[in-house]
């Protein structure tokens, strides 16, 4: 069975940091590449941070450059999240997704929801001013 488990989220300060964590099984980790993504109250989700380890590539939306990032630990099939510098503006429900790394970036760029097969149940971040 495929799952993507996101952990890590729950409410902060602005200006405190969070580790989220994307728990990868039943598929083959190497094959794919993981998005982070977010999606806040009445807004559209956004694809937030990219990794494939397959090409060694990270990718950031340009509005979480500077404090968001993406890593990895392949051993233990977990993508991590770190957050920085947390803004009331952060708060949202985070997922994360995989990708097939031949489509990863490629046609579609790398935060196209069609790109991705398998979607986490996300973990709530919510940051307090």
């Known amino acids: 069975e495929v799952q993507l488990v996101e952990s890590g989220g729950g409410l902060v300060q602005a200006g405190g940091s969070l580790r989220l964590s994307c728990a990868a099984s039943g598929f083959t980790f190497d094959d794919y590449a993981i998005g982070w993504f977010r999606q806040a109250p009445g807004k559209e989700r956004e694809g937030i941070a990219g990794?494939?380890?397959?090409?060694?590539?990270?990718d950031y939306a340009d509005s979480v450059k500077g404090r968001f990032t993406i890593s990895s630990d392949v051993a233990k099939k977990i993508v991590y999240l770190q957050i920085n510098d947390l803004r009331p503006e952060d708060t949202a429900v985070y997922s994360c997704a995989a990708a097939p790394v031949w489509a990863y970036c490629s046609a579609y760029g790398c935060f196209s929801a069609r790109i991705y097969d398998y979607w986490g149940q996300g973990t709530q971040v919510t940051v307090s001013s």
């Open positions: 990794i494939s380890d397959n090409d060694g590539r990270t």
